[in-house]
C-alpha cells in the first residue's frame, strides 16, 4: 500500500505540475493581447507598473511559503547581488522590447525571438559552460538559422526584435542559474531593485502630467497597470511550481505553448501580415524545434537506462 500511495501522489503531482505549467504558459501566450490594450501607453511606464505590482504579489507568496529568508541572504551575499543586479537589467529589457513590439505590430517577430530562444539556450550551454550537442541538436540550430536567413532575406533586415528577445532571455536564464536563490526569490530581489526607479519614473511622470496611471480620468487604462503585477509575477510563481514537479524535457515542450498563442493572437486578432516569405521561415524553425525536442525526449527517456 506505500508504495502505491507513493505512486498515486506522484501521478497528483505531476498532475498538479501540468496544470500549474499549462496556466503559466498559457497567460504568457495571452501577453501580447493583454498588452496591446495598453498602446498609447508609454512603454517605459508599463515596465514600470509591472515591477511595482509585481513586488507585493511576490513578496505575499514568500511570505506564505516561509521563504523571506533567501531575501535577507541575497541581499547581504555580494555575488547574489551583483548577479541579480544584471539579470534585473536583461530581464527589464526583454518586458520593454516586448512591449514595443506588441504595440508597433511585430509580434509576430516577437513571438520569433520566443521560438529561437530554446536552441539560443542550447548554444550558450555549448559556448560558456562546455555542453555537448548530438548532431541532431546541431541540426535543429542549423535550420533556425536558415529560417532566421530567409526572414532576413524577405523583410530586407535581421529580425532585430526576435534577436534581442531570445538573446536578453537565454542571457537572463544563464547568469540565474548561476545564482544560488530560488526563482520566487529571485525575482522578488529583481522587482525590490527595479522597484525605486520604477517608482521614481512613475513619479516624475505625475509631475510633469505625462503619466496613463489616472484612477479618476482612466479607470481602465489604471487597472491594466495595476494588473501588470499579476500578469509579470503570476506565471512565474505558477512556473516555478510547475518545475519542480515536472522533468525538463516536459517543461521543454509545454514552453511552446506561449510563443504559438502570441503567434497566433498576432495574425489572427492583431491582423499581422503573414505572407509566403515570413512562413517559411517560420517552417524552418518549427521543424528544428521539433528535431530539437524530439532528440531530447529520446535522451530523457534512454537516461535511467544509461
Known amino acids: ?126 559556448a560558456l559552460l562546455g555542453e555537448r550537442l548530438n548532431r541532431w541538436q546541431w ?7 536558415v529560417g532566421v536567413a530567409v526572414q532576413t532575406w524577405n523583410v530586407g533586415s535581421l529580425p532585430w526584435f526576435a534577436l534581442f528577445l531570445a538573446a536578453t532571455f537565454a542571457a537572463y536564464g544563464y547568469f540565474r542559474k548561476t545564482v544560488d536563490i530560488g526563482p520566487a526569490q529571485g525575482f522578488l530581489v529583481e522587482t525590490l531593485l527595479l522597484l525605486p526607479f520604477a517608482l521614481a519614473y512613475v513619479g516624475w511622470l505625475a509631475v510633469q502630467g505625462l503619466h496613463d496611471f489616472r484612477p479618476l480620468d482612466d479607470p481602465l487604462t489604471t487597472i491594466l497597470l495595476v494588473l501588470c503585477g499579476p500578469m509579470t509575477a503570476g506565471p512565474l510563481i505558477l ?13 521543454g515542450l509545454l514552453q511552446y505553448l506561449a510563443p504559438s498563442m502570441i503567434f497566433l493572437t498576432a495574425v489572427f486578432l492583431f491582423n499581422e501580415p503573414m505572407d509566403l516569405g515570413r512562413l517559411t521561415s517560420f ?24
Not at 239 to 251: D, Q, V
Not at 291 to 306: G, T
Open 283 to 306: 517552417l524552418f524553425i518549427w521543424v528544428g524545434l521539433v528535431v530539437f525536442s524530439a532528440s531530447s525526449w529520446i535522451a530523457d527517456r534512454n537516461r535511467p537506462r544509461e
Open 1 to 126: 500500500m506505500d508504495a502505491l500511495g507513493a505512486e498515486a501522489a506522484k501521478r497528483r503531482e505531476t498532475q498538479h505540475g501540468l496544470i500549474f505549467a499549462t496556466i503559466a504558459f498559457s497567460l504568457w501566450g495571452c501577453s501580447a493581447w493583454f498588452y496591446k490594450h495598453l498602446s498609447g501607453t508609454n512603454p517605459f511606464e508599463i515596465v514600470a507598473h509591472r515591477a511595482i505590482w509585481a513586488v507585493p504579489i511576490a513578496a505575499i507568496i514568500l511570505i506564505v511559503i516561509g521563504r523571506t529568508g533567501d531575501i535577507k541572504r541575497a541581499f547581504t551575499t555580494p555575488r547574489i547581488v551583483l548577479t541579480l543586479t544584471l539579470t534585473t537589467v536583461l530581464v527589464s529589457a526583454n518586458w520593454l522590447v516586448f512591449v514595443i513590439a506588441v504595440m508597433e505590430g511585430w509580434a509576430v517577430e516577437a513571438s520569433l525571438g520566443y521560438f529561437i530562444n530554446p536552441l539560443v539556450n542550447v548554444l550558450i550551454g555549448f
Open 139 to 145: 541540426f535543429a540550430v542549423a535550420l533556425a538559422v
Open 239 to 251: 512556473f516555478s511550481a510547475a518545475a519542480r514537479r515536472l522533468t525538463l524535457t516536459t517543461i
